[in-house]
């Protein structure tokens, strides 16, 4: 990634956060926390991956659900609080399994102690 990209990366996550969050308000979901952004070359697109803090297979397809839905608003409010760039890019909510991977490994790490 070049420097714009990942000032740009860096600039929507820490602007996202905050609108997703409070777009997305659902007990069953509960805090929806972006790990990652990464935007294209060409600035048209951003990966947006995301973790939740339960493992129930309904809950993270009903977080799945909620972002595909609101992904318009989320997009709208973002170009609200980012007025330097031209164009938002489109975003693409990706669940980041990294966090799930890691506490299997530790529940596997506890089984064997």
Known sequence: MSITTERLSSL???????????????????????????????LKT???YYTILS???DVLE???NFLTKFNGTIRMELAKKIRNIRKIPELNF????????????????????
Request: net charge negative; glycine share 4%; charged share 30%.
């Open 12 to 42: 929507i996550q820490r602007e996202l956060a905050p609108i997703v969050n409070s777009t997305i308000q659902n007990d069953k979901i509960g805090y929806i926390n972006l790990t990652e952004v990464r935007v294209t070359k060409d």
């Open 46 to 48: 951003a990966k947006v």
């Open 55 to 57: 493992d129930d297979e």
């Open 62 to 64: 009903l977080a799945n």
């Open 94 to 113: 990706v669940y980041d399994e990294a966090l799930a991977y890691g506490n299997h490994i530790d529940k596997l790490l506890k089984e064997i102690k």
